[in-house]
Nanobody
């Protein structure tokens, strides 16, 4: 059973920064492309950043230049550094293996990020 535990969310003012972490267990973490997703109230879950097993990264246009995804395979952890945060970044943030994102049972609890003054 794969377990994904997100942490690091919170309340931050516009322009601030947060670093999210996602610890994975129960899988060969290094073999999978990983993604950070977010879901705002009333919206569908969207992929905002992805990192391949080799470390290549991709970003949604809305976060490009502000967010940085990285992974530490020795710690089975993927990170999302979020800078220059905007109110529209407010959402619950989740991590998941890209190839398992269609499986409803594969998702963790997520971590809430609120950007507000």
């Amino acid at each position: 059973q794969v377990q994904l535990v997100e942490s690091g969310g919170g309340l931050v003012q516009p322009g601030g920064s947060l670093r999210l972490s996602c610890a994975a267990s129960g899988t060969i973490f290094s073999s999978y492309a990983m993604g950070w997703y977010r879901q705002a109230p009333g919206n569908q879950r969207e992929l905002v950043a992805a990192v391949s097993s080799s470390g290549s990264t991709n970003y949604a246009d809305s976060v490009k230049g502000r967010f940085t995804i990285s992974r530490d395979n020795a710690k089975n952890t993927v990170y999302l550094q979020m800078n220059s945060l905007k109110p529209e970044d407010t959402a619950v943030y989740y991590c998941n293996r890209i190839s398992y994102s269609a499986d409803p049972s594969s998702w963790g609890q997520g971590t809430q990020v609120t950007v507000s003054s």
